[in-house]
């Protein structure tokens, strides 16, 4: 039995350069049956959702032509692409290659920030970013573009720009006081363009200043067993500028109790002291909170290091990290 054969137009297709997220691409595909004999197409699957083909099951006699559209869809593509289109017929399959390089047209200078703030410092943390277009990609107005921040202690304006390559620039500006209430260390923007829902993301990572030191940097209890009464402690000290107060401690378990003690208007002595014996496993860290009087948060951890002695005779230790 011979093989019935089609010829199939472009077999490649390249995408066209400065192409950018967003766009819609349409090429025409032509088949031809050369065989002599007629070819039945039962069907037609792209590898991605990204492409779309329209030609529907058809019988093709002999040097009988088809065209058919395949729509390339570039919303979420960035980077180089290379899709497949396969061709089902009764007799075997034929394949569209389809390659080519997308671009994002929104960029964002610089993409991410690492932002260190202290606690003792109530200043709000401001910078400018710049905004840059893909050069075949059509300069939205200031309304088409919409920024949305993923916490209110961070607000972003999109302002004109004075740089020569960029058109808008972005001022962020992130409040202390509602990034520590509600624990965001990690926090995001979003630049849409409402003409066709392109986005742009930059992320900021926020770290907060301890501004205690503490030495050693846990609390050591050891091995703990049954009957077992231990005490462990570690001096701290201030090392921030302005002047700020530890107001007490909070433990996290109700198997020890934890003692603050001030030695001076700088140092400070912890001391923890084992009530009952801990639990050969633990759910969660051992640690004990400070309260500063900056808000009265408690937002520095001081961590417990352990390892409880089970029934069965063997251990299981628990350990924390600083935040």
Known sequence: MLHAQIEVFPRDIDLPKNLYVGQLITNEVKLRNNSGTPVRITGISPDCGCTVADLKPITLVENQEQTFKVIFDTAGKSGFQEHYVSIFTDSGAEKIKITGRVSQPLRIFPHSLFVTLSLTDRTPYK????????????????????????????TAELLPSKAADATYSISLSINLDQAVENLFPNMKVHVTDRRNGVKEMIAITLKLEVPFESKPEFLNLGVLERGDKKTASIELKRVSQQKLQLLGAKESHSWFKANLRTLDEKRWRLTVELVATPPSELKESAFVE????????????????????????GSCCGETKNN
């Open 127 to 154: 910078t400018n970013l710049l905004l840059r277009f893909a050069t075949e990609y059509p300069i939205p107005s200031k309304e088409d573009l919409k920024l949305q921040s993923s916490t209110d202690a961070l």
């Open 290 to 313: 400070l309260l500063t009087d900056f808000r009265q948060l408690p937002r520095w951890r001081v961590p417990i290091v352990f390892a409880s002695v089970n029934p069965k005779g």
